[in-house]
């Protein structure tokens, strides 16, 4: 037994010996492959090339001068060559091992990589509707939101911002309009990080931004992707030497355009020769300009950004800091940020393993009290004053003192956003990959506002006590969410790739909010807000609240690809929630689409001047679960305070919202059909969508039955909208030699929406209104839009003429002029007057880039427009028409001088909203400087909002609502349109 034992042990070992002698023989076979790396372009050598031996792990990259060295298999013959910004390229081993590669800047190439969601694909694989913008085709000029840098570029994104407020946002809406109620626009990922804030984005931090504009490509975002996906990825650190890159630009801006009301001189000359009332206005011996009061006139933004990056092939780093003052047009009125970025990557396990980390944030100082009050300053007597002859503020009860609250009053944010993620992923086997991913981002703000004891605001509502308030808030959103990735490409011809995870997110919100009066002298503003006296009075305010949500997912897709010429996806995602009802927490949303490469089938060989032609089709189903919390369940809400029967007061409670166990997700429905194109070398590319989707089980608050509803609305799931529309993209390069090339992008796109559904058996809504007119006269709601119908149809009376004595006629529906007073304002549509006097939302949006490069010259030029669509001028509805015993329009006492008689809202001040704008003119120059020390180094000029060419003689018609359900609508004091003038630096050393 102890023989057998022993012959057993001794074979083992020779086993053993002799596996490792194959493994060292295995490894001592291979070579050395050396060579340099240039660009194609201009021959220059790039650093930071990943070179990769095809079919492994094992890479390295170049160093400074281009050069790399890798040792290679000597059964392996190709090496794949990758760099931003640059085509990826397989380049078979020389025969001497030395193999140099020259790789062409990728402008548009089809081997371009693209971010889809918890991976990448080649554009050439993609059988969805997806779009890359890359950080050489971001806009010029200073964006003030990431989103700032794609506006124009991605056919279908529409991206709005309503001013040159620094501290307000912007609009994103994909497609048109998904919902009643819920979520509109695209979820934002960062670097993985869902609902990622774009206020921790740099426009130098930017890598790329690719939009997932379809139910096939949004739905592996499940609940999230109803209003479409866009991913953000920022720029990480490479192997290579120390880089250091430093921007900065300085921003001035000036007034487009100011509304046309009487100048004091103007004022003064109506009222003497009895164009105004005497009777009615009164001149107080002033001039005063109260709109040009209340700008800026010194403002002056600036920005700068220093970038430190390096590494080596195992480990990369790459840290940015930023400080940004934006200054706003309008006085009291800023915002301050500064903050940074810090991304390391680490491998290892003989580069088995990859590990990343990524933290950013940002410190922000915002001036919240100035930017509003134009209405007020416009309207005002222009031969008032600010002050009373004895030097105190003027304050005359029936309007605000605008002017005065900028120096009595303060509104400030103290915020800081933070976001922190890591990923690791380890290479099981070859071919196997498991991964995991957690993010934290936390979001915090303290508002506090003070107004004077001699404020108007205290003195007219506080006893002239003060007033002082303070809130905070916090967010924190959490996400884990592991993956495992299988790729494999048999025999050269089949390719396959399928991922599966699970998704964990989380997210907690509470407030807290304190107000109180009472003060007995201004020292402590609202830093000492309890020693205010009305606190034990029960006078003061005070409120809290905290709310959360949870969100668990199980995703999985399957890529196939066969000769990179038939390829087709599988999606699957089933996701619960907990704001919806008890009977639904869980949905499944699917997706399928399929790709045709047809200019690779042999029949296409002979057509040379098609490069590229690919047929995409593809369907899928997302969700919508941006409601508010707890919507399903019974809340409780306070009923007022009774004595109880101890004596003592107390707050009661009661139900506040009926409870719906049946409340589910909302669910679009999405078919894509796409075709990308290619021609004459490349030089002309493109894509073209049309697409149809519809949301169905719409949610909206109906008319509950009481009994046996406790509450009369109740929140449920009837409704269908709809949505069909076509996209094009275009790029060219209609002129390309030695010294001089140019690029021209165009996007166009066209949508319509409509209420296809609004009632069942039971719960029914035979309409649905939108975009409040406001100002005087109560005249309600100007959209309105009924089941069936279109969305952004204004209904109003249509004008027929003036009378003799300036009192509005009407045609009624049988096309009869009557007076106002005959108008049947009914909304049922069988008997009603009223009648579509016009549409709100743009037919067509379109936005041309053109790219100028001669020598070391840039030059570009960006125009965009919106048109087909209407705008109700609310400003000329109220201050056009005499009875209003304010400044008035210079236009009252032209066009609309006729009108003797009330505010009427009708298609008399529904006008074209047609504009063409050229947004953006850059003149940049790139230096080359022969030195070791700086890389490259260049300096540009940017004009902004440069010129508005329309008919609409109202405001700046960019800056007038077109996104959701009620646009259309011009503001009466709108932040003033700026044209504005950048001078910028970069340069690398």
Known sequence: MEKRRSNFVRRGLLCLLALLSLSVTAFSQTRTVTG?????????????????????????QT???????????????????????????????????????????????????????????KKRQLTSAVDHVG????????????????????????????????????????????????????????????????????????????????????????????????LITTKKGKAGPAKYDYATYFRKEYLTKRPAFLTPEEFKAKLASGELDAASYKDYGGLTDFFDAMINHDNLSQYHTLALSGGTATSSYRASLFYRDFQGFAKENSRREYGGRLNINQKGLNNRLTMQLNLATNFN?????????????????????????????????????????LFQETNKRQQQTTSIDGRASLEII???????????????YIDGAYRELASES??????????????????????????????????????????????????????????????????????????????????????????????????????????????????????GSSRFGENNKWGNFPAVSAGWNISREDFMRDISFINNLKLRVGYGVTGNQGIAN?????????????????????????????????????????????????????????????????????????????????????????????????????????????????????TASTTRNKLDVLSNADFKLPYREYGGIGGFGALGNAIRTYEGGVLGEFWGKRFAELDANGKWLFYNRKGEKVANAAINNSFD?????????????????????????????????????????????????????????????????????????TYMYSDYYIEKGDYVKIDELTLGYTFKLKTQYIRNMRVYVTAQNVATITGYSGNDPDFIQDLGLGAGIDERGPYPSTRSFLVGLNVGF
């Open 36 to 60: 340099k790396v240039t660009n194609a372009a201009d021959n220059q050598p790039l650093q930071g090339v990943t070179v990769t031996v095809k079919g492994s792990t094992t890479s390295t």
């Open 63 to 121: 160093d400074a001068e281009g050069n790399y060295s890798i040792a290679v298999p000597n059964n392996v013959r190709i090496l794949v060559f990758s760099f931003v910004g640059h085509n990826e390229q397989d380049v078979l081993i020389g025969a001497t091992g030395a193999t140099n590669v020259a790789l062409t800047p990728s402008g548009r190439s089809l081997d371009n990589v693209v971010v889809v969601g918890y991976g990448t694909q």
């Open 135 to 230: 950080a050489e085709d971001f806009r010029q000029g200073g964006a003030r939101n990431a989103l700032d840098l794609i506006q124009g570029k991605v056919a279908g994104l529409q991206i709005r911002r309503s001013s040159s407020n620094p501290n307000t946002g912007v609009g994103i809406q994909l497609r048109g309009v998904v919902s009643l109620t819920g979520d509109q626009g695209p979820l934002v990922v960062i670097d993985g990080i869902p609902g990622g804030n774009l206020d921790l984005l740099q426009q130098e931090d930017i890598e790329s931004i690719d939009v997932l504009k379809d139910g096939s490509a949004a739905a592996i975002y499940g609940t999230q992707g109803n209003g479409g996906v866009i």
């Open 365 to 405: 100082n915002a001036n919240l009290l100035g930017g509003g009050g134009w209405e007020d300053q416009l309207t005002k007597n222009p031969t008032l004053s600010h002050k009373n002859p004895d030097g105190t503020w003027y304050f005359e009860g029936t309007s605000t003192n605008q002017y005065a609250r």
């Open 430 to 444: 070859k071919d196997l990959k498991a991964s995991i991913f957690g993010s934290l981002v936390r979001n915090s």
């Open 458 to 575: 205290s003195v007219e509502s506080y006893q002239g006590t003060g007033y002082a308030s303070r809130s905070t808030y916090l967010q924190i959103d959490y996400a884990v969410e592991p993956t495992i990735e299988y790729t494999k490409t048999i025999h050269n011809d089949h390719s396959v790739g399928v991922i599966g995870g699970y998704s964990y997110r989380y997210s907690v919100a509470e407030n807290f909010n304190a107000n109180n009066y009472g003060f007995v002298n201004d020292r402590f503003r609202e830093n000492n807000i309890g020693t205010g006296n009305q606190l034990g009075l029960g006078k003061a305010g005070m409120g809290s609240g905290k709310a959360d949500n949870t969100l668990i997912a199980f995703f999985g897709r399957v890529n196939y690809s066969y000769l990179d010429k038939y390829m087709a996806q599988f999606i699957l995602r089933r996701e």
């Open 630 to 746: 707890y919507s399903s369940l019974v809340t409780l809400g306070g009923g007022g305070i009774y004595r109880f029967p101890d004596g003592q007061y107390r707050q009661t409670f009661g139900p506040e919202r009926n409870p719906n166990p049946n409340l589910r997700w909302e669910k679009k429905k999405e078919l894509n059909i796409g075709l990308d194109f290619s021609l004459l070398d490349n030089r002309l590319s493109g894509s073209i969508e049309v697409y149809n989707r519809q949301t169905e089980d719409l949610l909206e608050n109906y008319t509950s039955p009481q009994p046996p509803f406790i509450r009369s609305n109740i929140y449920l799931n009837v409704g269908t909208i709809s949505a069909r529309g076509v996209e094009l993209t275009i790029n060219a390069v209609p002129v390309k030699t030695k010294n001089f090339t140019w690029n021209t992008d165009v």
């Open 829 to 901: 549509r069988s008997t009603t007057d009223l009648a579509v006097i016009g549409n709100a939302i743009p037919k067509l949006y379109a936005a041309w880039s053109n790219s100028f490069s001669y020598k070391n010259f840039d030059f570009r030029a960006y125009f965009r427009g919106k048109f087909g669509h209407d705008i109700l001028n609310t400003m000329a509805l109220s201050y056009g028409n005499k009875v209003t015993k304010t400044n008035l329009l210079k236009d009252a006492f032209g066009k609309y001088a006729g009108i003797k008689d």
